[in-house]
């Protein structure tokens, strides 16, 4: 069963320059203590999840007002059911965002070819030297440089972006994460928030003051051609 953990039904912001809905769906690999979506990560006995025909009966009445879908969670590409699922968006006529962690390559891969995303957001965590320690997951991470140079290749519109926060990024960091996607179209920098997060000590941890940001912000902009700040 697709578990779906929520439907926002209006979204302004999350797929540029469209009019969309949000489908947020549960599970995640990743165990970053900083996420601001700690309901979406791990999936507890009792979760009430929203069902897949009340999603698809809802975008059904929705055609013609709404311009995509976006599809995030968690981490979407590890249900089963996702290409399924995106098979029927896009009957509906939907184009579809999806936002990933990068870490199933080959199956993004797939549905880049099956013609199934029509723009990708790829959260970069840091260096891969620290995604191991930011992640929680033992693994070598070839998929994310899989994943990044799929995306770069892919002739989709697409976005990086890495939430940075100073337990984990300084100007040494922003520079490596710059050579691991150099050449992107578009990058961005969101400066951590600790007022909702997976591991509550994070709570107490601060965030970059705007010019430690812009400084960010010009080392990125060495390597790709777009850089911006979200607060």
């Known amino acids: ?7 926002q039904k209006l979204t302004l912001l999350d797929y540029p320059g469209k009019i969309a809905a949000n489908i947020f769906l549960a599970g995640c690999n990743f165990r970053c203590g900083f996420c601001h979506n700690p309901d979406l990560v791990i999936i507890e006995p009792d979760t009430n999840f929203v ?5 698809l009966d809802f975008l059904n009445k929705r055609k013609g007002v709404l311009d995509g879908v976006c599809i995030g969670g968690g981490e979407p590409l590890l249900q089963p059911e996702i290409e399924e699922f995106l098979n029927k968006i896009k009957d509906l006529g939907y184009l ?4 990933t962690n990068g870490f199933k390559a080959a199956l993004l891969q797939k549905l880049i070819q099956q013609r199934l995303i029509d723009y990708i957001a790829m959260d970069i965590k840091s260096s891969i030297n620290k995604y191991e320690k930011i992640t929680g997951l033992k693994s070598d991470f070839k998929t994310i440089r899989q994943s990044i140079e799929l995306i770069k290749n892919s002739g989709l519109p697409y976005e990086f972006r890495t939430t940075i926060l100073p337990k984990y990024h300084d100007a040494k960091e922003i ?4 050579q691991m996607i150099a ?9 951590f928030r600790n007022q ?16 430690e940001l812009e400084t960010f912000k010009d ?13």
Request: hydrophobic share 35%; glycine share 6%; with cysteine.
């Open 1 to 7: 069963m697709l578990k779906i953990g929520g439907l």
């Open 51 to 55: 069902t897949e025909s009340e999603v």
């Open 96 to 99: 579809i965002k999806l936002d």
């Open 175 to 178: 520079e490596m994460i710059g």
């Open 183 to 191: 050449g992107a179209d578009n990058y961005y920098l969101q400066n």
């Open 196 to 211: 909702k997060t997976l591991d509550p000590t994070f709570s107490k941890e601060p965030s970059f003051t705007d010019a």
């Open 219 to 231: 080392i990125a902009l060495k390597y790709v051609k777009n850089c911006q700040i979200r607060n």
